[in-house]
């Protein structure tokens, strides 16, 4: 849509989603919609996406923490990383320490997102912890009662900590958040959340590449505010978040050559390559392309959630196997060499035997 800013945009398709579930669920649902940035969705959830149906938030405790004797914490903190918590209410009760410790199945899960171990607090009566000997005996009083303070906790809390580089922590603890929300029936199926997360990084570092990569696309406006300095910019981008499932997402595009040839080069394309991948769409702009933006639903999805099923693949008409084979019209199957010749291709492999 030409000369549409982002509100007007998020307010139109408010307006679409909220006529889509009033006709399909009978819900009128409150607007506007809530909206996140992206750093207070990482910050409080670990996830761009955050399902916000239940609590279980997030706790950094970075600054606490960063002067411990608790080599663990320290190191994360001085290189760079974080420590955070993800404080359980009645977690004692409910998580045994087989389920934390190596080879339990919330260990596996912080593993699976990367984590090297799990460390963990339980607090008892009259705010004194339980928990390994090196985190209790290298905590200082006012260290611990500062986490306690921090997290609300109070006896019966379990708290899981998750320490090292910024996205494999919030990693861990998202995906112990979902976990541990569903076994403690935190979540209600029958709630419809939504909520649009704004305002994400233009780029992310590539470190296999050494180089800039757009965090979207490179065609993404960035946020007037931090036109001065585009590697670490924010982008006018906006995605919709249906009960922590991304349903859209979109933004603000680049109208401006000089700005486009900018981003271009910020992620490392040479000058030929601009000229030979994108020449049409810069010299497109020269002739005065309007302010533009727009968003793209994930239509499967959005049917799925709307459908209360768990699967995209009981949203899809002909879903494929595993195997990438259609089971309704037996695809891909043999051709023959009519069809090949009509589009123009050869076959090299030498028949079998």
């Known amino acids: 849509m030409s000369f549409m800013t982002q509100d007007e945009i998020l307010d139109l398709n408010e307006g679409l989603i909220c006529h889509l579930i009033k006709t399909i669920k009978s819900v009128d649902l409150p607007r506007p919609f809530p909206r996140l940035t992206y750093a207070e969705a990482m910050d409080r959830y670990g996830s761009d996406k955050p399902d916000t149906r239940f609590g279980l938030e997030l706790v950094n405790v970075s600054d606490i923490v960063q002067g411990s004797g608790f080599k663990v914490f320290a190191d994360a903190v001085s290189k760079g990383g974080i420590v955070k918590i993800l404080p359980i209410p009645g977690g004692n009760e409910a998580i045994s320490n087989v389920r934390i410790k190596p080879g339990g199945d919330l260990f596996n899960e912080a593993a699976a997102a990367g984590a090297r171990g799990l460390a963990y607090i339980r607090v008892r009566e009259g705010g004194e912890i339980d928990t390994i000997g090196a985190i209790k005996d290298n905590l200082t009083a006012q260290q611990k009662a500062e986490i306690l303070s921090r997290t609300g906790a109070e006896a019966g809390h379990l708290l899981l900590f998750a320490a090292g580089d910024t996205n494999t922590a919030n990693k861990t603890l998202d995906r112990l958040r ?159 060499d009519k069809q090949l010749k009509e589009l123009h291709i050869a076959t090299v492999q030498k028949p079998k035997g």
């Not at 419809?192 to 992310?204: A, G, N, Q, Y």
């Not at 946020?223 to 997402?249: C, M, S, Y």
């Not at 799925?304 to 693949?313: F, K, N, P, T, V």
């Open 178 to 336: 979902q976990v541990v929300g569903k076994e403690l029936g935190l979540i209600d199926p029958d709630q419809l959340d939504l909520l649009w997360v704004v305002d994400f990084p233009m780029f992310e570092w590539n470190a296999d590449e050494k180089r800039l990569d757009p965090l979207h696309h490179p065609f993404t406006a960035p946020h007037p505010d931090d036109i001065g300095d585009l590697k670490t910019a924010r982008a006018l981008t906006h995605d919709i978040v249906f009960n922590g499932f991304e349903a859209g997402g979109g933004s603000i595009r680049i109208y401006q050559p000089e700005l486009q040839q900018q981003v271009f080069e910020l992620i490392g394309l040479s000058a030929a390559e601009i000229r030979d991948k994108f020449g049409f769409l810069l010299e497109a702009f020269e002739y005065g392309t309007p302010p533009h933006g727009g968003i793209a639903y994930g239509i499967d999805r959005l049917v799925m959630l709307l459908a209360g099923e768990d699967s995209i693949r009981d949203a899809i008409a002909f879903p494929k196997t595993q195997q990438a084979r259609c089971l309704l019209t037996n695809a891909p199957s043999a051709v023959d």
